[in-house]
């Protein structure tokens, strides 16, 4: 962790009009949630509506994406990266606090919201909202990795990160079953399996592989984003 | 002492060689790194300043390779051409980031040092989004120097500068090198280099095509033939007057332009002996332009000679 890093980071994400896109996925969330408890309709089904496919499906991804690629695709186009890079500083250490940036804002901005919503859903019952809380922590971790990751390889991370979370993940993720196993949403979705109360939440991946996968994504994300940053080439003037 | 070395270095882009074979050793002082837009300078620069591995042969510094070595930062001060540098900070911000990213003992104090050096202290509490061209330039300066470093890169640093800033920045530069730093800068203008860089290495295309002190460099360029489109009352009787006289190496008549193209061997001597002949002879001269005073054209005679 390197402090002047973590704060120009954090100064970058937030203080800039991304911050506004940010914001409203918590406000959809809570006003969903508030809409739906008044809707009378079976409590288990709209939490894993609103829990499951809202939160976890499309809202973690989506922050995931902004958050990975806003600490540091922003830099590496605009060129101020150069201000970090020309530094003593090991490459790995940049990587990693760019990384706890992205994952502490990630969880505040979807996981907090996702438990609070589902308090107001659902409430503390069969572990429910527990689990899938852990789900979206997981998740959103893994995605900052992936998304941040992405950003250090091509100029187009927010576009291949938006053909991943909705083409991979969504689409092809619900009608082909091998595609969910290698889809950050079902590793999440597996760890509520796990922490919910037995049949409550259903996942398709088993929760060894989701683990497995998750930590390898997440750290083989992260040591490779470090490696290809040291070898980052400005462009010239040809 | 601290000497950039660069050894028979190529740098290609797929097809496009950018850098050809370069071997160039950069010392202490001011040195002016010189070529016409597309050169392969800023090529040069980013090999030196580790954002670009040579595709063959070897930059170093001191000995010690520069590609992926984050180390040599403690030695190296970049100043690169492109503007953009955190925004949402005020240049005080920037520039104290810039000395904690170093690790210094008391990055207040350098960030303080360095913007007294430049001379922006009096604008470091505003946001560097709203400074002009120059302040960005001399905050970037204050950046690259926060550390105290023996080698300077800048990369085109007078572009976009008025005069007066020009004239600033030069006055820093001068000092820098006076101090035994090695300074580097690249600029397509070789009058903004000659003021500045008592050495100067020139490039073309990719090639590395002249090495030493700019009188040298000045001297190929003014000795070199130059070219004339002439128009005047009576150009054939201009003509023949010319050719007698030894500054005229060859006259032609181009009869779709109406016009002689003039090459004079010695530029001094052509430029007083025009306007003597045509009054001698009772000529009206009606244009009189150089030819080829374009900066490739300079810089392709350097390459041939």
Same mark, same amino acid.
């Given at each position: ?57 499309t809202l973690v991804p989506i922050t995931g994406l902004i958050v990975g690629t806003g600490v540091i695709a922003t830099e590496i186009e605009d060129g101020s990266i150069v201000y970090l890079l020309a530094k003593p500083l090991p490459r790995w250490k940049i990587v990693t606090t760019k990384l706890v940036v992205a994952v502490g804002s990630t969880w505040l901005l979807s996981a907090v919201p996702l438990y609070v919503a589902g308090l107001l859903l ?117 | ?23 160039? +050793?950069i010392g202490p002082g001011i040195t002016g790194l010189l070529g016409p837009n597309g050169a392969g300078k800023s090529t040069l620069i980013h090999m030196m300043s580790g954002f670009l591995a040579p595709s063959a042969g070897a930059v170093t510094l001191d000995g010690a390779r520069i590609w992926r070595n984050q180390e040599v930062y403690r030695e190296i001060g970049l100043v690169p051409e492109k503007e953009s540098m955190y925004d949402y900070l ?37 946001? +560097? ?141 052509? +430029? ?14 009606? +244009? ?18």
């Amino acid at each position: 962790m390197n402090t002047t890093v973590a704060r120009l980071t954090a100064r970058g994400l937030f203080g800039r009009r991304r911050v506004l896109i940010l914001l409203a996925v918590p406000v959809l969330l809570l006003v969903v949630s508030v809409l739906a408890r008044s809707s009378g309709l079976d409590e288990l089904d709209l939490a894993h509506r609103v829990l499951g496919t809202l939160a976890l499906g499309t809202l973690v991804p989506i922050t995931g994406l902004i958050v990975g690629t806003g600490v540091i695709a922003t830099e590496i186009e605009d060129g101020s990266i150069v201000y970090l890079l020309a530094k003593p500083l090991p490459r790995w250490k940049i990587v990693t606090t760019k990384l706890v940036v992205a994952v502490g804002s990630t969880w505040l901005l979807s996981a907090v919201p996702l438990y609070v919503a589902g308090l107001l859903l659902y409430g503390t019952g069969d572990r429910v909202v527990l689990g899938y809380t852990v789900g979206a922590l997981a998740s959103g971790a893994a995605y900052s990795a992936l998304f941040l990751l992405l950003g250090v390889l091509t100029r187009h991370a927010v576009i291949a990160g938006l053909a991943y979370a909705l083409i991979w993940e969504s689409l092809i993720g619900s009608y082909v079953e091998g595609a969910q196993t290698l889809s950050v949403q079902q590793w999440g979705l597996s760890l509520a399996e796990a922490i919910a109360a037995d049949g409550t939440v259903i996942a398709p991946v088993g929760l060894g592989t989701a683990l497995w996968l998750l930590v390898i994504v997440g750290v083989g994300a992260t040591a490779y984003a470090s490696v290809k940053l040291s070898g980052l080439t400005l462009s010239g003037e040809e | 002492m601290a000497v950039i070395t660069i050894d028979k270095v190529s740098r290609w882009f797929g097809n496009v060689v950018a850098v050809n074979d370069v071997t160039m +050793t950069i010392g202490p002082g001011i040195t002016g790194l010189l070529g016409p837009n597309g050169a392969g300078k800023s090529t040069l620069i980013h090999m030196m300043s580790g954002f670009l591995a040579p595709s063959a042969g070897a930059v170093t510094l001191d000995g010690a390779r520069i590609w992926r070595n984050q180390e040599v930062y403690r030695e190296i001060g970049l100043v690169p051409e492109k503007e953009s540098m955190y925004d949402y900070l005020t240049g005080w911000e920037f520039v104290l980031a810039n000395a904690e990213l170093h690790g210094l003992a008391d990055p207040g104090a350098a960030a303080e040092r360095a913007l007294a050096l430049v001379e922006m202290g009096y604008a470091q509490d505003r946001h +560097t989004g709203t400074y002009s061209k120059g302040m960005k330039q001399r905050v970037k300066m204050a950046s690259a120097l926060v550390h105290d470093p023996s080698v300077l890169l800048l990369d085109e640093p007078f572009n976009g500068m008025d005069p007066r800033q020009r004239l600033h920045l030069m006055e820093l530069l001068r000092r820098f090198g006076a101090d035994g730093r090695t300074v580097l800068f690249s600029s397509h203008i070789l009058e903004e280099v000659e003021q500045l860089a008592r050495h100067i290495e020139v490039v073309v295309a990719g090639r590395h095509a002249a090495s030493g002190d700019f009188r040298e460099i000045r001297r190929l360029m003014t000795d070199r033939p130059h070219r004339y489109l002439v128009r005047s009352s009576d150009d054939r009787q201009l003509a023949s007057a010319l050719i007698a006289d030894g500054s005229t190496a060859g006259i032609e008549f181009d009869a779709s332009e109406k016009a002689l193209r003039i090459q004079a061997v010695d530029f001094q001597g052509f +430029t007083t002996l025009l306007p003597r002949v045509a009054r001698a002879a009772g000529i009206r001269l009606y +244009t009189v332009s150089p030819a080829d005073e374009s900066l490739e054209s300079v810089f392709s005679y350097l390459v041939s000679s």
